[in-house]
């Protein structure tokens, strides 16, 4: 005597297999009268998630084996592989596959792949290993900022011949002028660095 039971109460579960492993692309196929639990899946279409099978969004493609594989310029954290990030600018960065996966060097705990891993730096969609000239760029790139800004500061106060109500008023506005610039730069450099701040249906039956 043989005894059937359904996978789950919900209406998007299935029984299938796969019948093709590809070097990329996996092919499932629906069965009925499975022998065993681990046939159930959920339908094409949608991947499981906390014990719910939950339809696949733009930038994702579920095969039918439960499991939910992003598209080449998306990204989704391995934990929450539904919540999907469309990656802007260099897209390479974010290959598509499993949730959690980035380029070489990249960061998978960072949004969209967006930072790299310590110790590296942006190339392209990939991240490379930080070399002691980079970090003599930078600081030539402060210093610089710092004297040029207090050289026009300087220069402003020795040249200036007006009275003293629009001497003050050409220094201040000289100075909220060579902050806001100086802040441009600063930001413009830390986005280049990509500094990481965290720190890191139909429903089948299975017969036994």
């Known amino acids: 005597m043989m005894m059937c039971e359904t996978c789950s109460n919900g209406t998007m579960w299935t029984t299938s297999r796969v019948v093709d492993r590809g070097l990329e692309v996996e092919t499932w196929i629906e069965i009925e009268g499975a022998y065993s639990p681990s046939f159930c ?32 310029g998306f990204f989704s954290f391995a934990e929450e592989p539904g919540e999907i990030f469309e990656c802007f600018g260099s897209k390479e960065r974010c290959p598509g596959g499993m949730p959690g996966t980035c380029a070489s060097g990249r960061d998978p705990e960072s949004v969209a792949c967006g930072a790299c891993l ?17 970090y003599v760029l930078l600081v030539v790139l402060c210093t610089l900022i710092v004297v040029c800004t207090g050289g026009v500061h300087i220069f402003l106060v020795v040249t200036d011949q007006a009275s003293a109500n629009q001497r003050s008023s050409l220094f201040t506005a000289a100075l909220s002028l060579g902050h806001l610039i100086t ?22 039956s299975c017969c036994q």
């Open 41 to 72: 899946h959920c339908m094409q279409g949608y991947h499981l998630h906390r014990g719910e099978c939950e339809l696949c969004i733009e930038g994702s493609k579920c095969p039918g084996s439960s499991k939910l594989e992003l598209l080449p």
């Open 118 to 134: 310590g110790g590296m730096r942006p190339d392209g969609g990939t991240c490379v290993a930080c070399s002691s000239t980079d």
């Open 183 to 204: 802040c441009a730069q600063l930001f413009s450099i830390m986005q280049q660095l990509q500094i990481n701040w965290a720190e890191h249906g139909r429903q089948n």
